[in-house]
């Protein structure tokens, strides 16, 4: 796989993730993701927004526009069954990834 393919996959795979335990709006996504790695990803807006567009065309996301919990209104994303299944997928390849370049990058002691 290509790099910019592993990094969409990345990507893919914590939004889709997030929207396992629920529906969220972009924000909420971009929070789930920040807290989830103690802040150590922060996903720029102008690279999540257009990955949720691509993810709803290929049929992973269903939207809906709905009011958050400050009145605003946003659009709220959910997983479909489809994005379920491209998320065991990933989750799957990035797993034999890590595994592979983990000896490599890590001390002998971190690696086991």
Known sequence: ???????????DALVLKALTFG???????????????S???N????SLYPALYRMERDGWLDATWGVTDQGRRAKFYAITPKGRRHL????RDLETFISA???V????????
């Open 39 to 41: 802040d150590v990803v």
């Open 1 to 11: 796989m290509p790099p910019t393919d592993r990094l969409h996959g990345t990507l």
């Open 88 to 91: 065991a997928s990933e989750t």
């Open 23 to 37: 529906p969220r709006h972009g924000f909420g996504i971009l929070r789930w993701i920040a807290e989830r790695t």
């Open 43 to 46: 996903v720029e807006e102008g």
């Open 101 to 103: 370049i983990a000896p």
């Open 105 to 112: 990058l890590l001390p002998a002691w971190a690696a086991r």
